[in-house]
């Protein structure tokens, strides 16, 4: 049973659609509605596509680190999201902790009502 701010393996495409590649996603949400539907982000070990002042980042010195079953310092990158449906995801690999799930979903909702 998948749950919000778990770590999660999933087949996340590449912007340009070409390629599919396993990834650890954060589950950041239930979508309402009788399917059963998530918003995720994508989490990334490439540090170099972090967002300053947007993306979260993860590092072994984090308190909620380990139990979040990354093995690297990672990014979660707020802005790549997508919604799958639970049958979709490969399997877990750990949580974050909720206190972090709250400031990366405030974070979101923050840039989206922000006028243009």
């Given at each position: 049973m998948v749950a919000e701010g778990q770590v999660v393996l999933f087949r996340f495409p590449q912007t340009d659609q070409t390629e599919e590649k396993l990834r650890p996603p954060l589950v950041l949400r239930k979508l309402p509605g009788q399917f059963d539907d998530w918003l995720i982000c994508m989490i990334s070990s490439q540090m170099n596509h972090q967002i300053s002042d947007f993306d979260d980042v993860i590092t072994p010195r984090d308190f909620d680190f380990e139990k979040s079953g990354l093995k690297l310092a990672s990014v979660i990158r707020i802005g790549r999201l997508a919604v799958v449906e639970n049958d979709i995801f490969l399997g877990?690999?750990?949580v974050i902790d909720r206190q972090r799930l709250i400031n990366i979903?405030?974070?979101?909702s923050s840039w989206l009502l922000q006028d243009t």
């Amino acid at each position: 049973m998948v749950a919000e701010g778990q770590v999660v393996l999933f087949r996340f495409p590449q912007t340009d659609q070409t390629e599919e590649k396993l990834r650890p996603p954060l589950v950041l949400r239930k979508l309402p509605g009788q399917f059963d539907d998530w918003l995720i982000c994508m989490i990334s070990s490439q540090m170099n596509h972090q967002i300053s002042d947007f993306d979260d980042v993860i590092t072994p010195r984090d308190f909620d680190f380990e139990k979040s079953g990354l093995k690297l310092a990672s990014v979660i990158r707020i802005g790549r999201l997508a919604v799958v449906e639970n049958d979709i995801f490969l399997g877990r690999l750990g949580v974050i902790d909720r206190q972090r799930l709250i400031n990366i979903r405030q974070k979101l909702s923050s840039w989206l009502l922000q006028d243009t």
